[in-house]
């Protein structure tokens, strides 16, 4: 069965920088779209960013020139660097496997969200 398993999240000071893994099993990885989401307290999980098979990627506007989404397919794994993070910022990150649809990156129906790993910006 599809296993995502996220790790390297912990407590930052703002203007700080975090790399996050999405180590996956059970899925054809070098075929698959990925994507990066998070979820803060109260509030609904959103997309941050995500990256096609093929290595193009895609980013929301509130990270874009701050973190970089990449995959080494070698080791089914991908990575969300976080740089210049904000308090705003602090959320439990997950990934997801899916598909573009209409240019537009969408899990894969079924998905069952991980632990995810926590991130805590803070002065």
């Known amino acids: 069965q599809v296993q995502l398993v996220e790790s390297g999240g912990g407590l930052v000071q703002p203007g700080g920088s975090l790399r996050l893994s999405c180590a996956a099993s059970g899925i054809i990885f070098s075929i698959s779209a990925m994507g990066w989401y998070r979820q803060a307290p109260g509030k609904q999980r959103e997309l941050v960013a995500s990256i096609a098979s093929g290595g193009s990627t895609n980013y929301q506007d509130f990270v874009k020139g701050r973190f970089t989404i990449s995959r080494d397919n070698a080791k089914n794994t991908v990575y969300l660097q976080m740089n210049r993070l904000k308090p705003e910022d602090t959320a439990v990150y997950y990934c997801?496997?899916?598909?573009?649809?209409?240019?537009?990156?969408?899990?894969?129906?079924?998905?069952?969200w991980g632990q995810g790993t926590q991130v805590t910006v803070s002065s």
């Open positions: 997801a496997a899916g598909q573009y649809y209409s240019g537009s990156f969408r899990q894969h129906p079924g998905h069952v």
